[in-house]
Structures are given as structure tokens and as C-alpha cells.
């Protein structure tokens, strides 16, 4: 016995020295005792992540480790070792990796149970069918939760062993087929059919035995569960009936869950949990439902049977209540019990009583369960029960508005008056007309009258005036402003503010002008104001529809000293000075000496005078370039918009028109003929400048500019005596599409010319230096159809023949 004793401290001790070196392989000085096999996987993944952490591969540490005395065979079981251990077992490889290898370690491993769900479409209106279509409502139990301390085990349960101290042992030992553990050292210990709790008693005990320091308290012994059994469960009656695989830690709900739930017609209230062939337990989900009480959750044990008979009683409430459906019923369940399984009554039932319509062994029939019954009557299988709302009306309502403090609906109480209700509604406002109140009043039939209320004579305590109030009453306190008509008056003309203002009593032209933002700077001392005239008769000698007066203010005043009196719907014109107009300007610019703006200093200015004040034209103008622009005014859209050309719907014309003007051209030109204008200052061409007139004077330019549908468009030198062909000549002539008798010249004044002809002679107009040469481009013509040839000359043909028939 002693030798014994003594072979087992060599073999803990040859064990630990091998576990601690394990520990730290790089950093120890000895490792000649080193023996992989008795190293476990959690050891051999430590001298993995060592590696790892010094940049090390096997290759490179084999030299380290043999001159530490290691024998080379145990450096190969080693290396061979280190290859079969997969990268994500490395405790600590990396910091993104490590918690989730924690989560794994902490986590109980267990089998994947999948099953698919089936929506309840037959179902889906029993109370308790969302409970099994509910994906995240699967009652899965917590593998992270701590051991249940009644756990049994048994066959495929796994234990992890660990021994911590002053010895160390570490291993993951499942239950073999047999209900065995096999701990290395110490033996075989049986375990299936004990609690968690006996077993690690047990087991504690049989490592004492081999490890001594566990005895002397010097290591501890841990044991937890680190995967769990499947077990085999079979449930009948459920949407999915079948045998199923689930966890040992699993539940009947959890089942229940996977099996889709009961059935077509199956009990959500009598579910039976068969165990060694008996019932060991009857399951009412509604407990759960209602209550919140689990109690019927218990755990499952291997060949448990759930069996899911049929339903015994099922009734329907529909209608106000807050979870309608098809509920399951008990024997001796009353109406109130089904009513907490509908959550209660809603906000808007009516409670007095409930009808129900009954099915007999003939026909149907209807009954009105009575709030005293609730508690008594037994609902019978397929009793629908209607729950119907309160009356859209008030039991005791009066309303009252208009010219009361507090506006709004009271209480109504018998015996009330007006009185009663004006003082709910903390008085009358000042602006209460006293004469008289209204109340709209529904009668009997459901019909309308009006009451009439003194409430003069009510408020000083007449009871006959102060009438006594029905519900339903609507009491309305007429308002003085109510009758009273809003009087407007109008200002117009020279003020800053012209517009329709409110007429108040005593309004004054002071007032008005002062409200309008006073007076402009163009203002004059005439003032017409305009008011209407009223009579009770007809005067037909009066030609007149309106009075009016004229007076004189002081324009640079807002306040006058003789104040005028307004009334309602007077009309105020404050007219303009007769002469009021800012200084206007006209721009020159070109070949003058002083070039600029001008202002028109006489409502005559011409062209010539503007040109005299801006110091007459230089030595480079041209004298046959002198042209005005002209900036095109609104009104002449206007007037071409209000236009009708007649053209028809379709026809653009008119809008391309009417777009030139307003986008494209904005100036109208007008040529001057300054020889004339020089010869005699009155002559025509000397116009009237308007503002914003602009007079351009070119300078002197000996080039005439082709252009248009030519072959080049260019700038030919002026040659005395040359014509119009030969500035056309001289870029090449007209292109393809040239349409050589409408070419026009515009000479530099702006004036435009084209070529005429006369007895088949086309002559065309003089070239002078400055001047343009535009070729437009020929319409588009459609050719003549060899079809509509052909039909052309059968017309000819056969008018031909009619008239040599006509002739002879």
C-alpha cells in the first residue's frame, strides 16, 4: 500500500511540474520532465498563444526549448500537437477574438434546435394562437443561466472538471452511454440519474482520494455542466404533432412552442403532461395568458408526452370589450370569468347588460345577461356574446356662448334656471346685450323651438323671466358688437400708405392721414372727399350719387388746422401738384466730345440740343452714323398683346411677336439724318428725346460687312462708286441656300434698305462706308410629288377638252 501511495505523489507531482511548465514554456530553465501527454488541450492552446505573443513559430522556438533540456520526441508529439489545434481555441489570440472566446467558455454548448413555423390562419381569432406564431416568444431556456441545483444528469451531458491550486486539472468529461464519468487518474465514477448537486459531491470526493492537497484544502474542485443532453419528446393535438429533439433544460411551453401549438380544435386550457404512462400534470395556458403564472411550465424529462385533446367549450365575444376573440371556457366558468379574459369592458360599452344569442337542437335564440347575473351565468359552447356601445347622447348636458365670461358645456341638474347657468359661467361680459337670450331647446320628438330669455328681468330674480333649464339646452348671450356694422373708408392718391381703413366714431381727416403714413412730397393743397348720399325717399331731380368736398390743406403738413370731420364710407382723394416731376435723363455716347447723361432741361429737347451740350462731334464721327435707341415701354407690348390678329388658336405668330419684343429686342432704333438736321435744326429728323433715350454716334468706319448666307462672311474696304455686287462678288458670292433678291443693307444710322424692282430691272440700294450687307436665308419649299405632277396634268387634260368642245 505504501509503494502505491508513493507511485501516485511521483505521477501528481510529475503531472503538476509538467502543467506549470506548460504554464510558461519559454521563460522556464528546465524542461527535461516535460510530458506532452499529459498535457491537456487548455495547456497545449496556452503554449500556442505564447508563442503568438513573442512572434514565434514552433520552427523557430525548437532550438530554445531542446536546449532547455526537452527530448526531441517530446518536442514532435508537441509540434504534432500544436498542428491540431484550431486558431480560435488560442485563449487571449487577439483582442477581438477573446470575448467571444470567453462568451463561448461561459456559454453551455446544446444542439441547434430549428423548426419551422406555420402562421395560425384557422386560429386566428382563439385567444392564445398569437402565443405560438410569436418568433421571439419561444420560451427557449438560458444556457448562460447557472446550473438548476435539481438538474439530473445523464447520458450526453458533459461536465467540465477542474481542479485549481496548489495542483492543477482541467478536462471537459462527458457522461458515456453507460452514466459514466472517466476522470484521468481517478477513475470511472457513475452519475446518471443523480442531481447536479449529488454528482459533484460525488466526484469531489473521488479526486480527494488521487489529489491530496484537494483533502488538505490546498486545491478546490470545480465542476459545472458545459453541454447539455437532448431529449426525445413526443406531442400529439399540436399544429406540428410529432417527436421532437429539444434540450434537457427545455420546457412544456417550449415544446408547445415548436409543435406550432394546439391544433384546429385542440385545448388551450386541459393539455396533458404524460409521464412514465401517467398524468403527471395539466397545463392551462390561459393561467399564463391572463395571470403571468408560470406554474405549469415545468421542465420535461426524456419520453415525455404532451397531449393536446380536443376543446370542450369555446364562446365568442365581440364588440366593445378590449381584447375580443374565441375564448376556451371551463366547466363552471361564469360570464365575469370570461370577461377577464377579454381584458374588461372598453371605454364606450354598455354595461348594463349583455346580449347573447345561444344556439338550441333546433334553432338559434337571443338572451340578455343582466349586469347582476355576470358572476352566475355559465356561458354553453358557442354562445356569442355582443357587447354594444353607450348612447351617442348626455344624460345631463347645458350649453351656453356669446357674451359670457366662461363659454362652454355644464351640468345639468333639475330645477336649474338661466341664472344658475350664467353664474357657472362666472357672468355676462360688458358687451352683453341684456334685452334678450336665446335658448334652442329639443323637444320631446327630437324636434327644435327657441325660447326667449329677459335677461334683465331674469338676472333681478323674475322667476317667470329666469326659465327653468331641460338638458340638452343651448343658451346663447347675444353681443351689442354683433349688431353694430363695420364702416370702412378709403384714402387715395398722394399718401404713403393708400388703402380701406376701419371707420371709428369721431374719425377725423387728421386722423386718416396720420393712420396712412402721411402725406407724399408731390402732395397739393386739394383734397376731395366723396360721401355717399342717404335718403329714405327717392329724388329723381338729384342727378347726383355722390356729395363732395373740396378743401385746401397744407401739403407740407399732416396736421391741419381746420379739421374735417369723416363719416362712414367716405372715399379721400388727395391729388398731385400740377407741376411735380424728378429731372430726367437721356445718355450720349460715341463719337461726341463729352459723352455721358444729360438731363432733359425742356420738355422740347431734341437730338441737336443734346449734342450741342455734349460739345458737338469729334473729328473721327460719322456723320451718316447717328442713331437713337429707344427703349421699348410696356404699354406698347400691351398694346401688341391686346392685338387680335385673327390667326387662329394654333398660330404663334402673335406670342413670337409679342417674345421679341420682351426678350430680345427691348430697343427700338431711330435713324438721324444729322446733314439735314445741320442744314435746319427744325427739321423732322431732329426728334423729341424721351427719358431713358439713348444717342449713339459711331465713328467713322471705311468697311462694309457681309454677311448672312454667303460663302464668307467678311469685311470689305469701301470703294467709291462700287455697288451692291460688288461687295457680294468680293466674299464669294451668295451659298445654296443665298436669297439674293431680298438682300438689305443696314447703313450705320440704323435705317434699312432693300432691292426693288421696276420693269424687270432690280436695281439696288447705294453702299456707303459703315454700312451692312445682310443675304437672308430662302424659305423652305415643299417639291411637287411625282403623284401630285401626274394629278396636275390630268386636270389640265380634261379642262383642255371642255374648252375645244366649248369652242367648236
Request: hydrophobic share 40%; no cysteine; net charge positive.
Amino acid at each position: 500500500m505504501r509503494k502505491i501511495i508513493i507511485l501516485a505523489v511521483f505521477f501528481i507531482a510529475l503531472f503538476n511540474s509538467s502543467t506549470i511548465m506548460a504554464q510558461d514554456l519559454l521563460k522556464s530553465t528546465d524542461l527535461s520532465t516535460l510530458k506532452v501527454d499529459y498535457l491537456s488541450d487548455s495547456d497545449i492552446a496556452k503554449i500556442k498563444s505564447q508563442l503568438q505573443t513573442n512572434n514565434l513559430t514552433i520552427e523557430q522556438a525548437e532550438p530554445m526549448v531542446l536546449a532547455k533540456g526537452m527530448p526531441a520526441s517530446e518536442f514532435a508529439k508537441l509540434k504534432i500537437r500544436l498542428g491540431q489545434i484550431k486558431s480560435n481555441d488560442v485563449v487571449g489570440e487577439k483582442d477581438g477574438s477573446k470575448g467571444e472566446e470567453e462568451s463561448e467558455e461561459l456559454t453551455r454548448k446544446q444542439e441547434k434546435i430549428v423548426n419551422t413555423k406555420v402562421k395560425d390562419s384557422i386560429n386566428a381569432l382563439v385567444f392564445g394562437s398569437e402565443l405560438f406564431d410569436n418568433p421571439t416568444l419561444n420560451f427557449e431556456p438560458n444556457l448562460k443561466l447557472a446550473t438548476p441545483v435539481n438538474y439530473v444528469l445523464g447520458p450526453g451531458d458533459e461536465l467540465q472538471i477542474s481542479v485549481y491550486g496548489v495542483q492543477e486539472f482541467n478536462a471537459s468529461i462527458p457522461v458515456t452511454m453507460e452514466g459514466k464519468v472517466n476522470i484521468q487518474y481517478v477513475g470511472q465514477i457513475p452519475v446518471s440519474g443523480m442531481t447536479i448537486e449529488a454528482a459533484t459531491q460525488k466526484i469531489r470526493s473521488a479526486i480527494a482520494r488521487v489529489y491530496s492537497t484537494v483533502a488538505s484544502g490546498q486545491s478546490q474542485v470545480g465542476i459545472s455542466l458545459s453541454r447539455i443532453r437532448t431529449i426525445r419528446v413526443t406531442i400529439i393535438g399540436s399544429k406540428q404533432p410529432g417527436n421532437y429533439s429539444i434540450s434537457s433544460l427545455a420546457t412544456v411551453y417550449n415544446a408547445l412552442f415548436l409543435g406550432g401549438g394546439p391544433g384546429k380544435n385542440g385545448s388551450y386550457r386541459n393539455i396533458e403532461l404524460l409521464r412514465d404512462n401517467k398524468v403527471y400534470r395539466n397545463v392551462d395556458i390561459y393561467r399564463f395568458l391572463v395571470n403571468g403564472d408560470q406554474a405549469d411550465n415545468v421542465g420535461l424529462k426524456d419520453n415525455d408526452v404532451i397531449r393536446i385533446p380536443a376543446y370542450n367549450q369555446r364562446v365568442t365575444v365581440e364588440g366593445q370589450v378590449k381584447r375580443p376573440g374565441i375564448f376556451e371556457m371551463k366547466k363552471g366558468e361564469t360570464f365575469a370569468d370570461l370577461l377577464s379574459f377579454a381584458s374588461g369592458f372598453n371605454e364606450f360599452a354598455y354595461t348594463v347588460s349583455v346580449n347573447v344569442l345561444q344556439k338550441t337542437d333546433k334553432e338559434f335564440k337571443v338572451r340578455d345577461v343582466k349586469f347582476a347575473e355576470f358572476n352566475t351565468y355559465r356561458p354553453s359552447s358557442g354562445d356569442v356574446f355582443r357587447v354594444t356601445k353607450i348612447l351617442n347622447r348626455f344624460e345631463n348636458r347645458v350649453k351656453i356662448d356669446g357674451a359670457v365670461f366662461r363659454p362652454d358645456t355644464y351640468s345639468f341638474y333639475e330645477g336649474m334656471r338661466v341664472s344658475d347657468l350664467i353664474a357657472k359661467a362666472e357672468g355676462l361680459k360688458e358687451d352683453a346685450y341684456s334685452n334678450r337670450a336665446r335658448i334652442i331647446r329639443l323637444k320631446s320628438d327630437l324636434t327644435t323651438e327657441i325660447v326667449n330669455v329677459n335677461l334683465v328681468k331674469a338676472l333681478e330674480g323674475d322667476l317667470e323671466a329666469d326659465v327653468t333649464l331641460k338638458k340638452e339646452d343651448i343658451v346663447t348671450v347675444y353681443s351689442v358688437l354683433d349688431f353694430v356694422e363695420e364702416y370702412k373708408i378709403t384714402i387715395d392718391g398722394e399718401i404713403k400708405k393708400p388703402g380701406i381703413y376701419d371707420y371709428h366714431e369721431n374719425l377725423t381727416l387728421n386722423d386718416l392721414l396720420v393712420q396712412a403714413g402721411g402725406l407724399t412730397g408731390s402732395a397739393s393743397k386739394r383734397v376731395e372727399i366723396a360721401r355717399m348720399i342717404q335718403s329714405e325717399t327717392i329724388d329723381d331731380a338729384n342727378p347726383n350719387k355722390a356729395e363732395l368736398f373740396n378743401i385746401e390743406i397744407t401739403a407740407d403738413n399732416n396736421e391741419q388746422l381746420k379739421n374735417f370731420d369723416l363719416k362712414p364710407f367716405d372715399v379721400v382723394n388727395i391729388r398731385k401738384m400740377a407741376v411735380y416731376k424728378k429731372p430726367e435723363m437721356v445718355t450720349i455716347s460715341g463719337a461726341v466730345n463729352y459723352a455721358g447723361k444729360y438731363v432733359l432741361a425742356s420738355k422740347k429737347d431734341r437730338v441737336y440740343d443734346i449734342v450741342e451740350r455734349a460739345g458737338g462731334l469729334t473729328s473721327l464721327a460719322n456723320i451718316e452714323g447717328v442713331r437713337i435707341k429707344r427703349p421699348i415701354q410696356g404699354k406698347q407690348i400691351e398694346a401688341v398683346e391686346s392685338v387680335d390678329l385673327n390667326l387662329g388658336k394654333k398660330d404663334s405668330i402673335q406670342k413670337k411677336l409679342t417674345k421679341k419684343l420682351k426678350e430680345d429686342l427691348k430697343f427700338a432704333t431711330i435713324p438721324v439724318d444729322w446733314k439735314s438736321i445741320v442744314k435746319n435744326p427744325k427739321s423732322n429728323t431732329n426728334v423729341t428725346l424721351f427719358p431713358g433715350d439713348e444717342i449713339e454716334v459711331a465713328a467713322f468706319n471705311e468697311g462694309v460687312k457681309v454677311t448672312g448666307n454667303v460663302l464668307l462672311t467678311s469685311e470689305i474696304p469701301y470703294q467709291k462708286g462700287k455697288g451692291f455686287r460688288y461687295y457680294i462678288g468680293s466674299v464669294g458670292g451668295i451659298d445654296n441656300k443665298g436669297w439674293k433678291k431680298k438682300a438689305y443693307i443696314i447703313y450705320p444710322n440704323g435705317k434699312a434698305a432693300v432691292a426693288h424692282t421696276f420693269l424687270f430691272i432690280r436695281s439696288y440700294p447705294k453702299v456707303t462706308p459703315g454700312s451692312q450687307i445682310i443675304v437672308p436665308e430662302k424659305p423652305e419649299v415643299k417639291k411637287m410629288s411625282t403623284g401630285e405632277f401626274v394629278s396636275i396634268a390630268g386636270v389640265l387634260a380634261s379642262l383642255a377638252g371642255v374648252i375645244i368642245a366649248i369652242l367648236r
